[in-house]
Nanobody
Framework: LQLQASGGGSVQTGGSLQLSCSASGFTLTAMALGWFRQAPGKQREGVSCMWIHRDMPQETLPTPWYMDSVKGRFTISSDNAKNTVYLSMENLKPEDTAVYYC????????????????????WSQGTLVTVSS
């Protein structure tokens, strides 16, 4: 089971990036996958997650979860054909600067609260997002 995160980069405030989390060695289905980030000197935190099931229409699954500070700016999505989950980030702010990771996770089915990083997870390597003011 291997996840590979990519797509990070350096942008100015207000810019956009799309992160990709590609799975190999297994199929993304009947599970939830999340994006997490860790800023310098801070703990890793959950950013967004979504449920994926190849045999069920996405609209029948619980809606994706987002941390409050990224709602309306970030969008999580999946492409079953590419076995990949994306995090589209718009209107980026300096406080979004962090190393971003993806991992299988439990995913809240109601909005609000936080998404704790899973223990003993198969983490991707990180991809660095830098937003300058």
């Amino acid at each position: 089971l291997q996840l590979q995160a990519s797509g990070g980069g350096s942008v100015q405030t207000g810019g956009s990036l799309q992160l990709s989390c590609s799975a190999s060695g297994f199929t993304l289905t009947a599970m939830a996958l999340g994006w997490f980030r860790q800023a310098p000197g801070k703990q890793r935190e959950g950013v967004s997650c979504m449920w994926i099931h190849r045999d069920m229409p996405q609209e029948t699954l619980p809606t994706p979860w987002y941390m409050d500070s990224v709602k309306g700016r970030f969008t999580i999505s999946s492409d079953n054909a590419k076995n990949t989950v994306y995090l589209s980030m718009e209107n980026l702010k300096p406080e979004d600067t962090a190393v971003y990771y993806c991992a299988p996770t439990g995913c809240p089915t109601t909005p609000g609260g936080t998404l704790p990083p899973p223990s003993n997870a198969d983490w991707s390597q990180g991809t660095l997002v830098t937003v300058s003011s």
